[in-house]
DNA sequence: ATTATTTTTGACCGATTGGTAAAGATTACA
DNA sequence: TGTAATCTTTACCAATCGGTCAAAAATAAT
């Protein structure tokens, strides 16, 4: 059996480094070309390895992609995991919203690595969007909507909320290169997410609507 | 000349009808591979005819691709350039909204397509990004930012407000698969725009926060 | 120092890639 | 109907694709 095969078996110090190498570099192409856009050549190169010496480590570019889906998905869902019943509703989305924002700001790869497989139909995720994604979201979906049945959030769809979560604090990796350009070059520097994250705190919790305009009622 | 080179000259039926059929096959395939990942062939198939054949038409993949992202951005721009200085400062936001979300559901090939040129660094429309698209945006920017002056509208920073019309609408066309794996099948049917709609309301112009404990203050 | 093992390489494979050449089929028009 | 222009196809090309193989080189174990 060759190393590379062996699982159970204790790893080389070499193993270890080149595969760290080769997961790192294949991050880089996948996160912006896709799986079917990349290709092991690219993968090695930017490794600084030659491609049957790559392909030693991991039998195919499947193998690296998939890898690299499992350690996502992983950490990607951790901010929602830390989600606390016993927190208080507002400090808890909001930490949320940070957590998700902080994400995209320090692993954008993984942000597009994320999308990439999505916009492409998802093929070799489905099954955890299925079944772990979904039972997370709508465990955490029955909390809010608790939370919101005691008045401590205004009453809303709690999935969209969440989808509207993914949706502002991923573009900021996801569509980076639109931001940058939009925002012109003074405004592209790290503390466009300064900004980012002030905005959205005032998009979840305070919302567009002029004072003396909304549409809440006063509490009876 | 070829017919395919002649631009001022009248096209023909035939050429109109098969360049229309290989750009709708095109935009299926783009859309769900992105650039590098399609290639002709699987265009051609889709548009049901010989590969040759479809290079009459379009010399090469560039060609097809370009010109499928160049009638792109002129309709994507639309519900932005729509928004009025003179309308509501509420009504038009809102409006913008659902312009966008219908968009979301009415094109989604067409939101793929630009997500994935985004998301692959936008090589081909970074001129249009940091020019017209730039130009669009700063200018209603300063529109909303007027309204928020005028007390029409809650202050915040205008260019992340439209980032995130653009997110959240977006997202559920470029993350439709990750959207109806978490609804489930029973909330995934044509319905789930209708509740993104209410929803975005909700977030935009209410927010998170119940009433009684608003951060905003009453009007003097 | 010798052996066993792991790591790396160059040469190569069949399949697929974007694209071409040229001849044949079809159409539009006189 | 004749004919010129347009349209379509078959056969093909060099380059690149994912991946294999055997042997060399480097490393580790004895």
Known sequence: MTARASRTQR????????????LDAALDVFSLHGFRGSTIDQIAESAGMSKPNLLYYFRTKEAIHGELIDRLMEKW?????EMDQAGDPVQEIRRYILRKLEMARDYPRESR?????????????ESVLKGPLKRLVDEKA?????WMADGKLAKCDPHHLIFSIWAT????????????AVLGPHKSGPGRFD?????????????????GQSGKKTPS
Request: glycine share 4%; aromatic share 10%; proline share 5%.
């Open 113 to 125: 690595l994320f999308a990439n497989e999505i916009l492409q139909g998802a093929p070799r995720i």
């Open 11 to 22: 790893r080389t110090r070499i193993q270890l480094e080149n595969e760290q190498r080769i």
């Open 195 to 211: 900004d980012a994250a002030r905005f959205l705190d005032f998009l979840f919790f305070d919302g567009l609507r002029p004072v």
């Open 169 to 180: 604090t991923q573009h900021y990796a996801d569509f980076d290169v639109q931001v940058r």
């Open 77 to 81: 869902l951790d901010p929602l995991r």
């Open 142 to 146: 029955e909390i809010i909507k608790r």
